[in-house]
Structures are given as C-alpha cells and as structure tokens.
C-alpha cells in the first residue's frame, strides 16, 4: 500500500502543478501512514533526490524519451504498469492537459475510481470520500471511491506546495514503453508568458475595453505583476485576444490568487470560471456590474484611467519593496 | 468515414444550482436542459462539417439517459447527424457511462469518436479518456482543431502554454473544445428533419460503477466586495499588497 504522485513536465521540467500533487499525495499518506512515492515519466532536468524535500521516499523513473511527448494511451499502459510494480493503490495527478489526457484511462485500466478536479484532502472517517467542483465551481460533490485502487486529479492552484529537508532514492522502473500512435508535428509555445492555469495572478479584460487596440493598458498591469492575461468570451469571439485567454464556464477554468477584472460585467458563465479564485479585483464602470457581488474588492470607475493609476501604484510598492 | 458523437444533457448555463433530500440530489425542479455546450459547439458542429466535406460520412449520436434526455438528442439530431441512440439509464459515474458508450462503440466500426471536454455539470472530464482506453484506440483531449484526410486525423490540443499538432490514423477518440468548430443554430429543415430520423433505446448493460456520490455543497456565500473609490487607486494597490497580500 502506497501514494504514488505522477510528475507531469513540460520542456524536461517538473511543473509547478506537479509540486502541487506532489505536497498533495505526501498529505494523503499522512492521513493514511503510509509512503509516498512519485513516477517520473521520461527524461528531466531537475535533480529528482531533491523531491524528498516533499516528504517523497522514492522516486521511480521511466527515463524514456518517447514519455516526453504525452500520447495517453503510452502513457497509461505505462503508469498502470508502474502501478502494479510498486504495490500503489493510490495514484495522484494533476487535473491538467496531461491529467485530463491520462488519469481517466489510467481509471478505466485498472478499473479504478477516480475523482477530477479534488479540492481537499480525502475524508477517510467512513470510506473515502474526496471533494470535487461541480457545476464550473458553482458547487462541491463528495465523490466515495468505491474501489481497492483510487485515483485522484487535484485541480492546479488548489493547494499550496510545502517543503522541508530531505533526499528521495531515486530508481529506474524497467518497464516497456509502447510506441506512440500520435506523431507530433508542430508545438507552438506562447513563450515569454505565464499559463494560464498555472498563473499565481491573471489580469483579465472584457468587452469594456472597446477594442484590441486598448490591451496596452491590461498588459502593462500584467507585466508589472508578473501576470497573466485573459478575456471574457466576447472578447475571444472577436478575435481581440486568442481564444486560448477565454475564461469561464465555457473556456478555462482557473483560480489564481489574484483576478483582476477590467470592464468585464460578471456574467454568471464568466463568473463560473473565476469564482475560485481567492482575491478578485474588479474594475467596472457600471456600479451595477453583478461582478461585484462576487468581487473582493472593486473600483467603480472607467477603466481607461484607472488601471493606469493602478499599474503605477503597484510600480511604487514593487519598487520600494 | 462513420463519426460517433457523444452527447449529453446539461442544466443551462443560468440554471439555479441548488440540491434536495439533505442535499444528495441535484434540484432539477424549474431547470432547463440544454445539450452540453462543448458536446454541441465542437464535437457536433465538427461532424457535421466532416460530412459536409465527405458526404460519405455516417454520424451517430450517443447519450447515456432517461427518457428526459429526448428534447435534448432531438435537438442534436436538428443539427445535423443521422441517427441516435439512448441508453436508457441515469448515472453519475463516468467510468459506468463510459462502459455503457464503449458497447455500443465496439460494435460500430467508428472511425472517430468525438466528445465535448467535459460537461458543465460535473466537470469530469472522463468520459474521452475512459472510452479510448476500453475500445484501445489512441485519444486526443482538449483539441482545438481536427482534420481528417484519408484515414488519417490531424489535431491541435492545448497543452501546457501553447498547443501542439500531432497526426494519428483512424480509429481515434477525441475530446473538444473551443475552437475546433463554430457554435450553429439548427433550421427548420433540420427540426423537421429530426422528427423522422430514428432514436433507438437500448437498456444498459451490467456495470459496477467505481464511484458515488455522498452529497453536495454549496460554496459559502462571499463578504461584501471592499470599494475603493475611483479618486484613491493608489489605495487599492495598498489592500492589495498589505492587507490581501497578493502581491
Ligand atoms: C452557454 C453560454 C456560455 C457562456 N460561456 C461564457 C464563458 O465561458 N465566459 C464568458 O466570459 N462568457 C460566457 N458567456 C457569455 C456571458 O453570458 C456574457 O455575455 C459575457 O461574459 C459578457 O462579456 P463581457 O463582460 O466582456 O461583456 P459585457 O457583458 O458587454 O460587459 C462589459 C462591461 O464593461 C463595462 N464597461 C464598459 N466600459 C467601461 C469602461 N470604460 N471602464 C470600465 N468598465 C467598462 C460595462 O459596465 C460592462 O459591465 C456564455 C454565454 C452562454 C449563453
């Protein structure tokens, strides 16, 4: 019996949500007393020994160079078989690209239950039961996994990393790779920019903005916060922002820390893909906005001049701090 | 080429979220259903363009639901695609619905399997990964563009900070989402057209399901927004830094 957390890289480097599932499945075999152990899928860059600071015993490794590029179906034969391999029964992912690609196949081969986008720990009192958003974050389920081997998909940005000393042993699992089916062609990286997903804060803008002309504004914010951009659904049906910036219940669903909403009115759809954020920020010129019901704190004034003001505010903080 | 597209039933997107018996069950009471968005914009819409562009194409649709699930598959049908078929039965295990799905599928020599990324509802994000796993074919999620030349695919999925293309040969699963195909209305030729098209039921097969549900909860209600009046920003950064600490 044991936790097994599974690395997920991007560009031969662990990801920031990894850490996350990592600090996640450490707690899980707290709870449980058991080990922790994390499966590293093909090569990376980062000294995996260090990952016993997470409180990780082991690291098991497939060092294979076709694991760098996620076919699901390599990749669940792959970690179904470390799964056996290394006696887990409870496997943890991230709920993000390769979570959503994998971890439901992973379920479907070991007929193993799974719960995607968990937001707490299991509660163990009478079975297993772990908490997941429901609804794009209109509500929470209690899912009971049913079966000997559980699987969970934490959804990124929901828990933070923490780490203390330690060193991981670090071995090889000699386990054949299938060779992929999928022959990737292209990757286009939006390099220079954080994901979206995986962003600590987002600065977003709706339709309030008037055109694609006026983003300067929202990108200097995003810059002088170390942030990332995104746009309501209107925005990136017009073309002003790419459509991948879409937040809501019909694009991407994030919780940063911090959201800042420029001359977006809060639509219910928009507001699904937001509300789980902790701090939001809006900044709307219509006192009326229903944004400001779900807002932390909230500026009722015309964007033009405000977020000027507040890039700077910020700059003076930043600078003497 | 033979499409099967997955559908399913979702409450609309302004929909009340609330929940009964202690909170067990989702409130359907006053709800209207709507064909999942990403199950009708993307998966839907695309199939139909792939017949357009190949007039040799079959489209089947597939929802796994109880007979309030008709209006929705009807709907489906209006848009486009040939047949339809329920599996008589209600679940919220993605594993139990995919096993239901797969059945069917196995049967059906599709050439590609095309699902919406997740439903609004439950958010699970399963039901693409599970079926390729249990029809052993290769799966794409979160595409955002599919071709289809011959027997092979061409599909863009978003990955960690960008996107990335990749080709497979048929059979494959694939998972949509936005920009793979545009949103259409469906027209009154295809409303009455959808009036004569079959819509089997079939009665589900054996399966354990590998989860339930306990119950649900509703998040708790939020403070009162902190205004900042439009002649102090310089206030809001102070909040923000000092008191929220976000920065
Ligand atoms: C099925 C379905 C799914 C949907 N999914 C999504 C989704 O995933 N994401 C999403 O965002 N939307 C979604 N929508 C659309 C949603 O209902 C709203 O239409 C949309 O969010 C509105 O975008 P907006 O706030 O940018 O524009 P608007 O609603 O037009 O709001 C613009 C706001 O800007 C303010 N404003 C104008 N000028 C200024 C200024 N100078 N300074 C400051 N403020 C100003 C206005 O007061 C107003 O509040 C969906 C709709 C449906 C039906």
């Given amino acids: 019996m044991s936790v097994l957390i599974i690395i997920d890289q991007t560009e031969n480097q662990i990801k920031k949500s990894s850490y996350e599932a990592l600090t996640y499945g450490v707690s899980v075999a707290h709870q449980l007393g058991t080990n922790a152990d994390a499966l590293v899928l093909g090569t990376v860059k980062d000294n995996l020994s260090e990952l016993g600071k997470y409180g990780i015993k082991k690291v098991y490794t497939i060092s294979n160079t076709i694991l760098n590029i996620v076919d699901a179906q390599v990749y669940a034969a792959a970690i179904a078989t470390a799964t056996t391999e290394t006696g887990a029964n409870i496997l943890i992912f991230s709920h993000n690209q390769t979570g959503k690609a994998v971890a439901a196949r992973v379920s479907a081969r070991l007929q193993a239950g799974i719960v995607t986008g968990a937001c707490s720990l299991p509660d163990t009192t009478n079975g297993f039961v772990v908490k997941k958003t429901v609804f794009s974050g209109k509500a929470f389920a209690n899912v009971s996994i049913n079966t000997p081997i559980k699987i969970i998909a934490i959804n990124p940005n929901s828990f933070h990393t923490s780490f203390k000393e330690g060193i991981a042993d670090v071995s090889e699992l000699n386990i054949t790779v299938a060779s992929p089916k999928i022959k990737v062609i292209e990757v286009n990286k939006i390099s220079g920019e954080v994901p979206l997903t995986e962003a600590d804060i987002v600065v977003s803008g709706g339709r309030g903005l008037k055109g694609p002309e006026n983003w300067g504004i929202l990108l200097d914010l995003a810059k002088e916060l170390g942030a990332a951009t995104a746009c309501s659904r209107p925005v990136g049906d017009a073309h002003w922002r790419p459509h991948h910036e879409h937040v809501g219940q019909t694009g991407v669903q994030i919780a940063p820390n911090l959201y800042i909403a420029i001359g977006i009115s809060g639509a219910i759809q928009h507001l699904a893909g937001v509300n789980r954020s902790k701090v939001i920020v809006v900044i709307n010129k219509d006192p009326e906005a229903p944004f400001f019901k779900a807002a932390d704190y909230g500026i009722v004034g015309d964007a033009f001049e405000i977020v000027p003001q507040l890039t700077e505010a910020i700059r003076k903080i930043n600078t003497n701090a | ?247």
């Fill in chain 2, 1 to 247: 080429m033979k499409i099967l597209v997955c559908i399913s039933k979702a409450p609309d997107t302004t929909a009340k979220i609330s929940f009964k018996d202690s909170n067990t069950k989702f409130e359907e009471a006053g709800v209207q259903w709507i064909i999942n968005p990403y199950d009708e914009w993307y998966a839907l819409v695309k199939a139909i363009e792939l017949k357009e562009q190949d007039t040799n194409t079959t489209i089947h649709l597939i929802t796994v639901g109880e007979s309030d699930c008709e209006p929705i598959i009807r709907k489906a049908l209006a848009l486009g695609g040939d047949e339809a078929i329920r599996i008589n039965v209600d679940s919220n295990d993605s594993y139990y619905i995919a096993a239901q799905i797969s059945e069917v599928a196995k049967n059906g020599n599709y050439d590609l399997v095309l699902t919406g990324k997740e439903t609004i509802d439950y958010n699970s994000s399963s039901i693409g990964g599970m079926l390729a796993e249990l029809l052993d074919m290769p799966y794409i999620s979160l595409a955002t563009r599919v071709e289809v030349e011959g027997n092979t695919a061409k599909v863009s999925r978003e990955i960690d900070g960008g996107e990335e293309t990749a080709e497979v040969k048929l059979p494959l699963v694939v998972s949509c989402q936005k920009g793979v195909a545009e949103q259409r209305i469906p027209n009154m030729r295809g409303i009455m057209a959808a009036r004569t098209k079959p819509l089997k039921v079939s009665e589900p097969i054996t399966v354990t399901a590998l989860t339930s549900i306990v119950n649900f909860d509703l998040p708790p209600a939020k403070a009162n927004v902190k205004l900042v009046a439009a002649d102090n920003v310089a206030e809001l950064a102070r909040l923000l830094h000092e008191e929220a600490k976000v920065f």
